[in-house]
């Protein structure tokens, strides 16, 4: 495992290119980085290098699989993931991920107190449930929320899923923002080049903390503020999600969150999470 060294942390919101190491590495720490509680890494195997083993000690993980087909092994338990399925791994685990092709895992980990149980997720029973799996937004800004570690497992801090917007609209819009109970970030994906996106990051519009042009494996974090993002014409933009509560278990709730006052008047968008 590698973690990126970055300059001004205190500062630094934008990561670029994580998606491009093979093995097991970690973009985003609270030690690199303006997060005090969130990890997010990613675990990409093939012919080259086929596995990795990693111990999780203090740390809750989660492993979305975005493409391919690997196994996870923790504490001599196998698991065969496809993609968009996850597993959430308790700590004080051993784990190994192997491929016989090649996969690609995103992962992210937080510090928790409590001991809660490994849950395998399957992608083809979230597409089952109307609160984990479903379309929101209007004209302009319609997209598709996959919840992968929600409500439907039990946690500590994490929350992650996908996101995936029709073509040039915008998503997380109408904006809201929830840094009182949860810090997150998002990470792009299948975005092959053209695609693009803009990523915005404000507490007030006049003078934005960050507008960020997105590409295929960057990741820009949200430890406060709306953050609504838009596509280019003819592409989508595709995100993974990942959250952090601040009070263990307490404040790991998805969907509640503070609209901006502007745009308040038809609700978040998040509703159907919360059924």
């Known amino acids: 495992m590698s ?11 934008l990561y670029r290119k994580t998606n491009a190491h093979r093995g097991r590495h970690f973009a985003v720490t609270p030690s690199n980085s303006v997060m005090k509680h969130l990890h997010y890494g990613r675990i990409r195997l093939d012919g080259e290098q086929a596995s990795v083993q990693f111990e999780t000690g203090a740390h809750e993980t989660g492993l979305i699989c975005l493409s391919g087909t690997g196994t996870v092994t923790v504490n001599g ?65 319609r997209r598709t929320i996959n919840i992968l570690l929600g ?8 929350l992650a899923g996908v996101t995936q917007s029709d073509p040039g609209n915008w998503t997380s819009f109408p904006p809201h923002e929830h840094d009182q109970m949860l810090e997150e970030l998002y990470v792009y994906y299948d975005m092959p080049a053209p695609a693009f996106g803009i990523q915005m990051v404000y507490t007030n519009t006049e003078e934005p903390e960050g507008v960020f042009v ?12 709306y953050h609504p993002n838009v596509s280019i014409p003819g592409h989508p933009i595709n995100f993974i999600w990942m959250m952090a509560a601040h009070r263990e278990v307490q404040d790991r709730q998805y969907g509640v969150v503070n609209v901006q006052p502007e745009f308040a008047q038809s609700g978040s968008g998040l509703e159907a999470s919360r059924k």
């Open 77 to 141: 338990d196998s698991h065969e993931l496809d993609r968009f399925d996850a597993i959430y791994i308790p700590r004080d685990s051993s784990v190994a991920v192997a491929t016989d092709s090649q996969v690609d895992f995103a992962e992210c980990a937080a510090h928790v107190e409590g001991d809660y149980p490994l849950q395998v997720v399957r992608y083809a029973d979230v597409e089952k449930d109307s609160s984990l799996k479903f379309v929101t937004g209007s004209a302009a800004n």
């Open 214 to 225: 997105v590409r295929d494996g960057d990741a820009v974090l949200m430890p406060r503020g």
């Open 3 to 13: 973690t990126q060294p970055v300059a001004n942390t205190e500062n630094k919101m």
């Open 151 to 158: 409500k439907n497992v039990e946690a500590g801090r994490i």
